[in-house]
């Protein structure tokens, strides 16, 4: 039984090692820039998680990206460590390549390439979009993930009419084909945008009867502060969630961001 208590322990002292090494792969919640502000959060399942989200800038453009490995736990914890050490080594790249820092079908290809060559055990959805400052334009690509949702204020009244949601192009998930290229689709950006990306696991949460929070409540939650920046929304959504599944325990990690274009 000492034995036994001894192995557990060193599991746990172990686990929270690997925790304290993941927690820094993701950047600061809260990102203000001239253009743009950023807020995001995210929570796992377990000690460990699949969920990633990350920004890079590079020029006056700025990259954001969000993940989704399949599962959770340490096996899928391993998998974002993939591609957070990718994401450094694309702003490398983009160093001797800065035609394409506009390109998220190059981005998403490239990280592609990296999750493949982990193994094929383990798969990752993710979304990427770069917002091109000089030229108010907003390029994605998307492979299997949550669309992002834009919101585009018009006229006065607040409504989920006003939401757009960005599915104009997809792909395989990462991880499937290294040969695998994706499409992308530019838009253009206006003042008083908001981009909202997250992971499943937040309309998939359960509370203690079994219920999903949904598409639905997601939606009406974001509403109420719409207005609002970003970090607002980001904090109302996420006491919404709390709230929701009162305690009950998380099946899936879940990860919210919001961008507000100034």
């Not at 193994?119 to 030229?135: P, W």
Request: negative net charge; glycine residues 6%.
């Amino acid at each position: 039984y000492i034995e036994e208590m001894k192995e557990k322990a060193r599991i746990e002292s172990e686990l929270k090692v690997a925790q304290l090494v993941q927690s820094s792969f993701f950047p600061n919640e809260e990102i203000n820039g001239t253009a743009f502000n950023i807020s995001g959060r995210y929570s796992p399942a377990s000690e460990c998680g699949g969920d990633w989200w990350g920004v890079l800038n590079f020029q006056d453009k700025t990259i954001v990206m969000i993940a989704d490995a399949t599962g959770h736990g340490v096996p899928a914890a391993l998998i974002t460590a993939t591609i957070n050490c990718c994401k450094s080594n694309l702003k490398s790249y983009l160093e001797l390549a800065p035609e394409k820092a506009t390109s998220s079908g190059f981005m998403m290809s490239f990280i592609n390439q990296a999750i493949c060559d982990a193994g094929k055990e383990i798969q990752m959805t993710a979304f990427i979009f770069v917002l091109d400052h000089s030229r108010q334009m907003m390029t994605f690509s998307n492979a299997s993930h949550q669309p992002a949702l834009l919101y585009r204020q018009e006229g006065v009244e607040i409504s989920k009419e006003n939401f757009q949601v960005l599915n104009d192009v997809n792909g395989p998930r990462l991880g499937q084909n290294p040969q695998q290229s994706y499409e992308e689709k530019t838009i253009t950006l206006l003042p008083h945008d908001k981009i909202y990306l997250y992971t499943d696991g937040i309309t998939e949460c359960i509370n203690s009867q079994g219920n999903a929070f949904g598409e639905r409540r997601f939606l009406k939650t974001i509403l109420e502060s719409v207005t609002m920046d970003a970090k607002t929304t980001k904090n109302g959504l996420w006491a919404s969630v709390e709230s929701f599944r009162d305690n009950t325990p998380l099946k899936d990690d879940i990860t919210f961001v919001a961008v507000d274009i100034l």
